[in-house]
Each structure stands twice: as structure tokens, then as C-alpha cells.
């Protein structure tokens, strides 16, 4: 008797293990967007407006994975015609390869439980390449309505569109690069 209660007892005095935690991204709250220039003239801006996904975060690990799904087909620069043209065949290609991208990585540089970067790959227009994601901020609150923990991040990152065929107005003068910024809230999963 006394056995198990000395192994009930220390059991009870053992720290909990964190358990790693799931997110919901919620859309609602998550934009990201983009620059590209146009013949080193001028910057078009843009955005993703349908993106859906969730993150894994085990803080006291020092782990976690991000899987996002966004939607190409609801690329948004502001302008009716530019929007149905990156559709098209002559860019995204839609028809062709499907309006889903993917962005799938790792979370990665933790410190004090915090990542600061996602080292990942982004699936487009048939192609897999990587993309590190640098995360100028990362925090997580208590959410006010959910009762469940909410969790943010201010996201950077940059990439050669043509590395996925994209490679459009090149004859032109168009630089290749494209900057990406990502401001995503997700909430844990219920």
C-alpha cells in the first residue's frame, strides 16, 4: 500500500507535458500580400483574399508546422481586368494547374518558446521550391470571445517567380522577384 501510494504521490509532483497545440488559421484575420514590380516603373500591390490552414506549435519543445492552402484564384490587385489576366492562361493558369497553392514548413530559430522563421516549401503552378518565412513578430493572447488561446505573426519573405514558371513580362524589364507579407491570427483548434 505504502508502494503505491509513493508511486501515486510522484506521479501527482511530476510536471505535465506540454502537449503540442493546433491552430485554426482564421481567414477573417489572415492577409497576405504581395509586391511585384511593373518594368521598374512602378510596384503592383496585391493580395490573397481565401486562404485556409492550420499551425502546430509545442512551445516547450521548441517545434511546430504550419500547412497553409491559399486560394490563387482569389488574387485581388484591385483592378477586374488585372485580377482575371493572373487567372489566365498567360500567368497562374488556373485552368491548367488548379487554384490551389500550399505552403507547408517548419517552425524554426525558437527562443523563449517563440520561432522566428518558418523554413518551408510553397507549391504553385506545379512547382515545389523553398521559402523561409521570417517572422517579425509572433504572440500569443488568451482570445477575449473564444475563450481559447489566439495566436498572431507579421511574416516576410521574399522569392523569384519564375523558379515556378512565372515568368511573365521578363522580355519587358519586369524584375522576377516577388515580396510576400503575411498577417496571420489563428485560433486554437476546439
Same mark, same amino acid.
Given at each position: 500500500?505504502? !508502494?503505491?501510494?509513493?508511486?501515486?504521490? =510522484?506521479? @501527482?509532483?511530476?510536471?505535465?507535458?506540454? $502537449? %503540442?497545440?493546433?491552430? *485554426?488559421?482564421?481567414?477573417?484575420?489572415?492577409?497576405?500580400?504581395?509586391?511585384?514590380?511593373?518594368?521598374?516603373? =512602378?510596384?503592383?500591390?496585391?493580395?490573397?483574399?481565401?486562404?485556409?490552414?492550420?499551425?502546430?506549435?509545442?512551445?516547450?519543445? &521548441?517545434?511546430?508546422?504550419? *500547412?497553409?492552402?491559399? *486560394?490563387? $484564384? =482569389?488574387?485581388?490587385?484591385? +483592378? *477586374? @481586368?488585372?485580377? $482575371?489576366?493572373?487567372?489566365?492562361?498567360?500567368?497562374?493558369?488556373?485552368?491548367?494547374?488548379? =487554384?490551389?497553392?500550399?505552403?507547408? #514548413?517548419?517552425?524554426? &530559430?525558437?527562443?523563449? #518558446?517563440? %520561432?522566428?522563421?518558418?523554413? #518551408?516549401?510553397?507549391?504553385?503552378?506545379?512547382?515545389?521550391?523553398?521559402?523561409? !518565412?521570417? !517572422?517579425?513578430?509572433?504572440?500569443?493572447?488568451?482570445? %477575449?470571445?473564444?475563450?481559447?488561446?489566439?495566436?498572431?505573426?507579421?511574416?516576410?519573405?521574399?522569392?523569384?517567380?519564375? @523558379?515556378?514558371?512565372?515568368?511573365?513580362?521578363?522580355?519587358? #524589364?519586369?524584375?522576377?522577384?516577388?515580396?510576400?507579407?503575411? +498577417?496571420?491570427? @489563428?485560433?486554437? $483548434?476546439?
Amino acid at each position: 500500500m505504502r !508502494l503505491w501510494a509513493t508511486a501515486l504521490l =510522484s506521479t @501527482a509532483m511530476a510536471p505535465a507535458i506540454a $502537449a %503540442p497545440v493546433t491552430y *485554426d488559421i482564421d481567414p477573417t484575420h489572415t492577409f497576405p500580400s504581395f509586391e511585384a514590380d511593373h518594368m521598374g516603373i =512602378s510596384v503592383w500591390r496585391g493580395k490573397i483574399n481565401r486562404n485556409s490552414g492550420k499551425v502546430v506549435l509545442d512551445r516547450e519543445a &521548441g517545434s511546430g508546422s504550419v *500547412d497553409i492552402v491559399i *486560394d490563387l $484564384a =482569389s488574387i485581388d490587385f484591385g +483592378q *477586374d @481586368a488585372l485580377n $482575371a489576366w493572373a487567372r489566365g492562361k498567360d500567368f497562374f493558369d488556373i485552368k491548367r494547374f488548379g =487554384s490551389k497553392a500550399t505552403y507547408r #514548413g517548419t517552425l524554426a &530559430g525558437f527562443r523563449d #518558446g517563440v %520561432p522566428s522563421e518558418v523554413q #518551408g516549401e510553397l507549391t504553385m503552378h506545379g512547382m515545389t521550391k523553398p521559402v523561409v !518565412l521570417k !517572422l517579425n513578430s509572433f504572440k500569443c493572447i488568451p482570445h %477575449p470571445m473564444h475563450k481559447r488561446e489566439l495566436c498572431g505573426a507579421d511574416a516576410a519573405a521574399a522569392f523569384n517567380r519564375e @523558379a515556378f514558371g512565372l515568368a511573365a513580362g521578363k522580355d519587358y #524589364g519586369f524584375s522576377m522577384d516577388v515580396a510576400l507579407r503575411i +498577417q496571420v491570427e @489563428a485560433v486554437a $483548434a476546439k
